[in-house]
């Protein structure tokens, strides 16, 4: 296992110690919640999962991890999941894996959200990470028009095969290549108000916890 991998899953093993038996717990996606998803189930508690896409749902079902819809649950205790960029205020990019919109969802039903991320993901400033923006197929390329010429520098995903990805939600995902967002929260407004903008990859205020996997285990906490 390389080194980032090691940080992964240290920092997903460590998250483990909030999870108690009787929780209702939003289980996040990427390849840092895979290994959580492999030390939850190890500790064999009674939990119930809430999942946010269809990966982590087919995981967590080979793993034996009860998982039921989130309409079915009153509340969601905990959740946790991963993320490609965080900054000092917890902020944060999320859905280089396509699953942004379902993850937004569940975090935002969530009492506490957790993240769980290597020491490579923490950045003074998000952008460097392409900021994922999910969209509905129709007029997605005028949208991307539009997105470039307030300078966004959109770029529809594609696969390694070069097939446009379609999440699971069944939207496109516009890419913008930004380098640095001094603003998210003006960034995330603007974002809102486009038509045919479904979701996008700004986390901002959401996370509570990150746990950021290194040489040693750091713990930040949101402080208002
Ligand atoms: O859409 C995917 C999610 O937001 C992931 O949590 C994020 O991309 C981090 O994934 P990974 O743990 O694979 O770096």
């Known amino acids: 296992m390389n080194a980032q991998d090691l940080n992964k899953q240290k920092a997903a ?24 998803l492999d030390a939850l189930a190890e500790k064999n508690l009674n939990i119930t999962g809430v999942t946010t896409s269809n990966r982590t749902a087919a995981r967590s079902a080979e793993l034996g991890i009860k998982i039921v819809d989130i ?7 905990v959740t946790v999941d991963g993320a490609d960029e965080v900054d000092a205020y917890l902020n944060g990019i999320k859905g280089g894996g396509a699953a942004l919109l379902m993850e937004k969802i569940v975090a935002k039903n969530s009492t506490k959200n957790i993240w769980i991320v290597d020491e490579s993901k923490v950045k003074p400033v998000l952008g460097s990470f392409p900021l994922p923006v999910e969209v509905v197929p129709y007029g997605s ?49 603007m974002l809102n108000q486009e038509i ?5 990859g700004l986390f901002l205020g959401i996370a509570n916890t990150v746990i950021i996997g290194g040489d040693e285990i750091q713990v930040k906490e949101r402080r208002h």
């Open 13 to 36: 093993a460590f998250a483990t110690r909030y999870i108690e038996d009787g929780m209702v717990v939003g289980l996040g996606t990427g390849s840092t919640v895979a290994f959580f």
């Open 71 to 77: 309409d079915e649950v009153d509340h969601i205790d």
């Open 141 to 189: 390329g005028q949208l991307a028009k539009k997105l470039a010429s307030f300078g966004l520098n959109p770029k529809l995903r594609v696969n390694a095969a070069g097939e446009t990805v379609v999440t699971d939600g069944g939207h496109f995902i516009l890419d913008l290549n930004l380098s640095a967002i001094d603003n998210p929260f003006g960034l995330s407004e």
């Open 196 to 200: 045919g903008v479904v979701e996008h």
